[in-house]
């Protein structure tokens, strides 16, 4: 065994994995766990984090856990959310390298192998999987790129596109993680702006292997805002570019009827008044929106709620 393979089978891992309603893929999840870390270390923990499933879900993963002790459950006290239930399974997470993977197996288990491996050749702090392709709708497929596109130039980092929760980082990364306690939470997002040493591997996304998208458009879209209001102004500072840009039109409408008058060709009727008032309260109710977006979420950080609560933990 090289003297690489040896520095690696000394670190245990721990693979976090959020699990909401997902009982059509539990063993073949399981199935595929099994035939990709134990080539990296049979010194590993699975942390399947329950985030308050109502069909078997639970009773599966009792199961696995009964089994094999390998396989853990921190199950939720209700269903917290996405990003709630991967910060429940990082507060609990022992590992000295830690993963982070969707239970819809669209990130593939056997990816986890070359992402340690990168961590450990280039020793890196962070190693996050980035897609080449997504099978997904078309709908989709055309939001998503959007959306990172747009994060992309909001972090000014050139590699923060099409890129998800899938990573693998060392202990040290997952303190900082938790440091973050934001209720408005969107992960990649605040692993970019950790700093660390960071590295990718680029793979193909499946598709979901079974059952519905538990990600719907609605909570993309949240999602989306979440990511977008956390860690940008960029929507005030969008509307008041607007704002300035309908005042420049405002004054050149006011020099431009002026010299109408003068002229004698001002131009008559109410369709040009009624166009622009129109506009201009659209901007406002949009602008009064992008402030509330703002304000609900100070709200909510003043509220101080915890980010969820751990109901039990079977190990």
């Known amino acids: 065994m090289s003297s690489q393979s040896l520095i690696a089978n000394q670190h245990m891992i721990s693979v976090v994995i959020p699990i909401f309603n997902e009982e059509l ?4 999840l399981h199935k595929r766990i099994l035939g990709s870390i134990p080539a990296i270390t049979e010194d590993f923990e699975i942390l399947f984090v329950d985030d308050g499933s109502s069909d078997n879900s639970l009773l599966m993963l009792f199961e696995l856990n009964r089994k094999d002790k390998r396989f853990k459950i921190i199950q939720l006290s209700k269903n917290f959310g996405h990003q709630q239930a991967y910060s429940a399974g990082l507060s609990v997470a022992k590992g000295e390298h830690i ?8 990130d593939p288990p056997e990816l986890i192998i070359e992402m340690h491996a990168k961590l450990i050749s280039e020793q890196s702090d962070i190693v996050y999987a980035k897609r080449l392709d997504k099978k997904e709708t078309f709908i989709r ?24 929760n899938f990573a693998i980082f060392t202990k040290e990364v997952k303190q900082a993680f938790m440091l973050y306690s934001e209720k408005s939470r969107y992960l990649p997002g605040i692993r970019f702006n950790l700093g660390y040493k960071q590295d990718f591997v680029l793979y193909s996304r499946d598709a979901r292997y ?68 129109f506009l201009f309260n659209s901007i406002q109710i949009t602008f009064l929106g992008i402030i509330g977006e703002y304000v609900y979420r100070i709200y909510k950080e003043v509220q101080n709620r915890p980010l969820f609560i751990i109901k039990k933990v079977i190990e």
């Open 25 to 28: 893929l539990i063993s073949e």
């Open 99 to 106: 993963v982070m993977m969707d239970g819809d197996l669209q």
């Open 141 to 164: 497929k055309f939001l998503m790129n959007r959306f990172h596109a747009i994060f992309r130039n909001i972090l000014k980092t050139p590699n923060a596109d099409n890129v998800g």
């Open 210 to 277: 079974a059952g519905d998208a538990k990600m719907t458009l609605s909570k993309l879209f949240t999602l989306a805002l979440d990511a977008i209001f956390s860690f940008s102004n960029l929507p005030l500072r969008f509307f008041l570019i607007l704002g300035i840009g309908g005042i420049a039109i405002s004054i050149l409408g006011f020099i431009y009827i002026l010299i109408g008058k003068i002229l004698g060709i001002a131009p008559y009727g109410w369709s040009s008044t009624l166009f622009f008032m």
